[in-house]
């Protein structure tokens, strides 16, 4: 139980912005990790449909309540995910060689693909976040980031990594086949759940999910491999994917 714990911190402390007290860190306690994405998508959604009810209470004009709501995904994951979005969007749409694509990949400097990506994808989420109606279901802004990281942790199970990835090696030691079985059966029941909770707004779920792959097929081809910036760039597409159904259905 204290080795479940301990994961759970190490994936809270890795994957947010939320303080987490002392050091986490256990390398025994590693491969469990990704069995938490879930439950981190579950906490970061439940205070992102907190911040919509508040702004609903307080109302607010939309244009300042989208803004808040579009500010919190990034905030609350200290950009961790946008940064990998950024990078493998400039490393993917170079259409250099893979050596190079790679060498782009880890460049810590922005190119112009990424500053333009990086302001097209903020500008889209705040216009729908802030024309999504009065009746728009919050609790889709619960199954969006809760699917996203359920989706990432399956990709980092069962993908084969780049060799230059920080997934390659000691990192996936210890990772089971039945990791994948439980987080395939998790998936699932939470699509499930998604439309008999929220009817229609069950499709946001399936949104993040089509985005996820999608944008996961087409960086694993690009760049020959699975990485953390991989999985970051494919969830933040895959979550604005959810959102535009949360705000236009």
Avoid: N
């Amino acid at each position: 139980m204290k080795k479940l714990f301990r994961a759970f911190l190490m994936c809270l402390s890795m994957f947010t912005a939320i303080p987490v007290p002392g050091r986490a860190w256990d390398e025994e306690a590693r491969p469990l990790m990704t069995l938490f994405l879930p439950a981190v998508g579950l906490l970061v959604g439940g205070g992102w449909a907190l911040l919509a009810y508040l702004m609903g209470l307080l109302a607010l004009p939309a244009l300042v309540a989208g803004a808040a709501l579009c500010a919190y995904p990034f905030l609350i994951t200290g950009g961790i995910h946008m940064d990998g979005y950024l990078d493998v969007t400039d490393a993917v749409k170079s259409y250099r060689d893979l050596d190079e694509r790679r060498r782009i990949l880890k460049d810590p400097h922005a190119g112009s693909f990424a500053v333009l990506a990086g302001i097209l994808l903020i500008m889209t989420q705040f216009a729908l976040l802030a024309s999504a109606g009065q009746g728009a279901e919050i609790f889709t802004l619960v199954l969006i980031p809760t699917v996203s990281r359920t989706a990432a942790a399956l990709a980092v199970t069962v993908l084969r990594p780049m060799s230059v990835s920080e997934y390659a090696g000691a990192y996936r030691r210890g990772i089971r086949r039945s990791h994948a079985v439980f987080l395939s059966a998790l998936l699932l029941l939470e699509l499930a759940a998604g439309f008999a909770l929220l009817g229609r707004y069950g499709f946001a779920g399936v949104a993040v999910l089509l985005g996820y792959v999608h944008h996961v097929w087409r960086a694993y081809r690009s760049l020959d491999g699975f990485s953390g910036d991989v999985s970051g760039y494919a969830l933040t597409f895959g979550e604005a994917c959810g959102i535009a159904v949360f705000a236009l259905i």
